[in-house]
């Protein structure tokens, strides 16, 4: 079942963004690509419907279009990028939206390792998009575990997404939509002051990917069932 509302991903040019919005068109799901040229936002958009197939809901806009066209906003940007983009977008998002931010503060942003990450005087980059949008936007902090090579590709995932926000509705819309890809399964993480756990998580994946050579990804164990839904 859709969720009825259009998905804008902020930054939906490179492989996080083109991977979720793979997996959400192939679900059923309105997505608008966004990027700072809207050719470039339409280009991935096309490749996105080459491999899905003309029925695939997919378009592309620049940021701001694309941001006041929807109210969930999934943001696949670089951690160097996202305070100036997030200030530009302000007056573009819709009150009431739901920004989910991916982004991972890595070193490599300045020019360090991306196996490390840099400190971020808020917490976390999540807690710094909180800080940047209008309070009447809502901010989610999730899928920074899951490898956006394997969201490009076709076979079903294998990690665990872990969803954290202090607006419970928002955690939730986020949650059903962690529940449309195949393979994830999404986990309430609490506040989204944990977020700067599960940001630091991902240079640890992307250093084991570096080490063995693969696409690693986060299972949580123990938890009773209802925690997985
Ligand atoms: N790659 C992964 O496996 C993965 C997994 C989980 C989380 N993440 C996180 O998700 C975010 C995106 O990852 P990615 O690998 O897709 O990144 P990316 O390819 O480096 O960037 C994504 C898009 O962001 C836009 N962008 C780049 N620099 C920008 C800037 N300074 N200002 C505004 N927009 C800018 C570009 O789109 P336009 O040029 O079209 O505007 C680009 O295609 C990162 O924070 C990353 O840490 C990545």
Do not use: H
């Given at each position: 079942m859709s969720i009825m509302r259009p998905i804008a991903i902020i930054?939906?040019?490179?492989?996080?963004?083109?991977?979720?919005?793979?997996?959400?068109?192939?679900?059923?799901?309105?997505?608008?690509?966004?990027?700072?040229?809207?050719?470039?936002?339409?280009?991935?958009?096309?490749?996105?419907?080459?491999?899905?197939?003309?029925?695939?809901?997919?378009?592309?806009?620049?940021?701001?279009?694309?941001?006041?066209?929807?109210?969930?906003?999934?943001?696949?940007?670089?951690?160097?990028?996202?305070?100036?983009?997030?200030?530009?977008?302000?007056?573009?998002?819709?009150?009431?939206?739901?920004?989910?931010?991916?982004?991972?503060?890595?070193?490599?942003?300045?020019?360090?390792?991306?196996?490390?990450?840099?400190?971020?005087?808020?917490?976390?980059?999540a807690q710094q998009a909180a800080e940047l949008v209008a309070k009447e936007v809502s901010v989610v902090a999730a899928f920074h575990n899951v490898s956006a090579e394997l969201l490009n590709g076709d076979d079903p995932l294998d990690c665990d997404i872990v969803v954290c926000s202090d607006n419970a509705d928002a955690s939730q819309i986020t949650r059903a939509l962690v529940a449309k890809i195949p393979g994830l399964r999404a986990i309430d993480g609490g506040k989204l002051e944990n977020a700067r756990i599960v940001e630091q998580v991902t240079a640890l994946l992307i250093g084991l990917n570096i080490r063995h050579k693969g696409h690693a990804g986060i299972r949580i164990t123990g938890l009773p069932p209802a925690a997985y839904q």
């Open positions: 930054g939906g040019t490179g492989p996080a963004g083109t991977g979720l919005a793979l997996r959400w068109a192939r679900g059923g799901e309105t997505i608008i690509l966004g990027s700072r040229d809207a050719q470039r936002a339409q280009d991935a958009a096309n490749k996105i419907i080459g491999r899905i197939g003309i029925q695939a809901k997919v378009s592309g806009m620049e940021n701001s279009a694309a941001c006041a066209a929807a109210d969930i906003l999934m943001l696949t940007v670089p951690f160097d990028g996202q305070v100036a983009l997030l200030k530009q977008l302000k007056p573009a998002m819709r009150p009431g939206s739901v920004l989910i931010d991916a982004t991972v503060p890595l070193a490599a942003a300045v020019g360090g390792r991306a196996s490390r990450t840099i400190g971020v005087w808020q917490g976390s980059a």
